[in-house]
């Protein structure tokens, strides 16, 4: 938002004459000792004003964008597969399951309701826009993720037209329920954005950094008076993450990867770099510097019998 309009607000919806309003923007700086531009003056005036002019930022991620082991995940789906609920026992405990299928402009995606939040699922029907919110991603038997729902999880209807990405072919070993495919094996050189693919390869150099995220959310944190603040669940005490930056080698093509927290983990404290691995991951395009890149979200030995089978 524009210093300009900034003003125009404070002064429409505080009932302050555009002088008063430069005035306290002015007497803003002075007291923070020029720490902080017109601009942050201005928000800071606002704020004590009663006003909150941040722009309210659509949370939700597009679906080719989620990977495992997220929380408070948020995204917006059209319908295009319900399952039955299915009714299940082990030992003396029974429960029950549903899953649905959304699906944006960039893939598809398996959203499982387990017993009391199966009651989510019921009004639903093929072509409803819903937005999922609060729910929590894993990994299935075959490394794709999908989206959990838990506690403080909700469906809610949105208005909003979505065009479909085409159900991605059938790939190695087959599909599973919902519609999406496994991760094909392919050639780093044969790569494209979007895909979700494993691949033999091995580590030839990394990169290890700490961010910090709210322990609740694993959002973004932001730093107020010293202190560390979440968007939505105010003053937190940081979660120190790892991050893994590096390159992988197959032999017909070097590219980057990306690896979070336990993953990261697991390369510092194995010592991977260098060892023949199976490697699975989605790509997207590193937006800083436009090249392709992999999402890491699974590292596996060599099974010298599946990989002899796969060249017959």
Same mark, same amino acid.
């Given at each position: 938002m524009e210093l300009n309009e900034i003003k125009e607000k404070i002064s429409k919806e505080a009932k302050l004459t555009s002088e008063e309003v430069d005035k306290k923007i002015e007497d803003k700086v002075l007291e923070l000792s020029g720490l902080v531009s017109e601009e942050g003056a201005a928000y800071i005036v606002a704020k004590e004003e009663g006003l909150d002019l941040l722009e309210k930022r659509d949370r939700s991620l597009k679906i080719k964008n989620v990977i495992p082991k997220m929380r408070s995940v948020e995204i917006v789906g059209k319908v295009v597969d319900i399952s039955d609920v299915r009714e299940f026992s082990k030992g003396d405990r029974t429960g029950k399951v549903r899953s649905i299928t959304l699906g944006d402009e960039t893939g598809q995606i398996r959203v499982v309701f387990?017993?009391?939040?199966?009651? $989510?699922?019921?009004?639903?029907?093929?072509?409803? %826009?819903?937005?999922? !919110?609060? &729910?929590?991603?894993?990994?299935? /038997?075959?490394?794709?993720?999908?989206?959990?729902?838990?506690?403080? @999880?909700? %469906?809610?209807?949105?208005?909003?037209?979505?065009?479909?990405?085409? +159900?991605?072919?059938k790939s190695f070993g087959g599909e599973f329920s919902g519609g999406i495919s496994m991760g094909d094996r392919k050639k780093l050189k044969e790569i494209k954005e979007g895909d979700f693919l494993e691949t033999r390869a091995a580590i030839v150099s990394v990169s290890e950094n700490e961010?910090?995220?709210?322990?609740?959310?694993?959002? #973004?944190?932001? /730093?107020?008076? &010293? @202190? @560390? %603040?979440? !968007?939505?669940? &105010?003053?937190?005490?940081? !979660?120190?993450? =790892?991050?893994? +930056?590096?390159? =992988?080698?197959?032999?017909? $093509?070097? =590219?980057?990867? %990306?690896?979070?927290?336990?993953?990261?983990?697991?390369?510092?404290?194995?010592?991977?770099?260098?060892?023949?691995?199976?490697? /699975?991951?989605?790509?997207? #395009?590193?937006?800083?510097?436009?090249?392709?890149?992999?999402? $890491?979200?699974?590292?596996?030995?060599?099974?010298?019998? +599946?990989?002899? &089978?796969? =060249?017959?």
């Open positions: 387990w017993n009391d939040k199966v009651e $989510l699922s019921e009004n639903l029907k093929d072509e409803d %826009v819903i937005r999922v !919110k609060q &729910g929590y991603t894993k990994a299935n /038997t075959f490394g794709i993720p999908e989206i959990h729902m838990g506690n403080g @999880s909700s %469906v809610e209807p949105e208005d909003k037209d979505i065009t479909i990405a085409e +159900k991605p072919e961010y910090y995220t709210c322990p609740e959310c694993n959002s #973004k944190l932001e /730093t107020i008076n &010293g @202190s @560390s %603040v979440c !968007k939505d669940h &105010g003053k937190v005490e940081p !979660k120190k993450n =790892l991050i893994i +930056k590096g390159y =992988l080698d197959d032999s017909s $093509l070097t =590219l980057r990867f %990306v690896a979070f927290r336990e993953l990261a983990e697991k390369i510092k404290n194995e010592s991977l770099t260098g060892k023949d691995k199976i490697f /699975t991951g989605r790509v997207k #395009k590193n937006e800083y510097f436009g090249d392709l890149e992999i999402i $890491l979200n699974k590292i596996d030995d060599i099974e010298i019998d +599946k990989e002899i &089978g796969m =060249l017959k």
